[in-house]
Nanobody, 125 residues
Framework: QVQLVESGGGLVQAGGSLRLSCAASGPTLRFGMGWFRQAPGKEREFVAA????????YYADSVKGRFTISRANANNTVYLQMNSVKPEDTAVYYC???????????????????WGQGTQVSVSS
């Protein structure tokens, strides 16, 4: 069973940067990983995903060009670098592990096998 713990959230001004980390335990090396977010009153939505090898990344249109997902398999950690943040990026951010091994990373909640507890990101205008 994959266990995920996020960190790095906080309050940041619009235009600023933040880096989220997801520390994973278990057989994560074989799984694609992703980040999702959920704002108050809204459904959880896909943000970014990375293949199990780290060779390919995917992004939601709303964050493309501003956010970067990466992974360091040597220390079982996945990152989300958030640049040029906007107030609409305010949400709880969740790390997620793919439902099947050797995949491209989850791009919908239905494809997730494990969730982290979430970390709050608040962007002030």
């Amino acid at each position: 069973q994959v266990q995920l713990v996020e960190s790095g959230g906080g309050l940041v001004q619009a235009g600023g940067s933040l880096r989220l980390s997801c520390a994973a335990s278990g057989p994560t090396l074989r799984f694609g990983m992703g980040w999702f977010r959920q704002a108050p009153g809204k459904e959880r939505e896909f943000v970014a995903a990375i293949t199990w090898s780290g060779g390919t990344t995917y992004y939601a249109d709303s964050v493309k060009g501003r956010f970067t997902i990466s992974r360091a398999n040597a220390n079982n950690t996945v990152y989300l670098q958030m640049n040029s943040v906007k107030p609409e990026d305010t949400a709880v951010y969740y790390c997620a592990a793919d439902g099947v091994p050797y995949g491209a990373g989850p791009k919908s909640a239905a494809g997730v096998r494990s969730w982290g507890q979430g970390t709050q990101v608040s962007v002030s205008s």
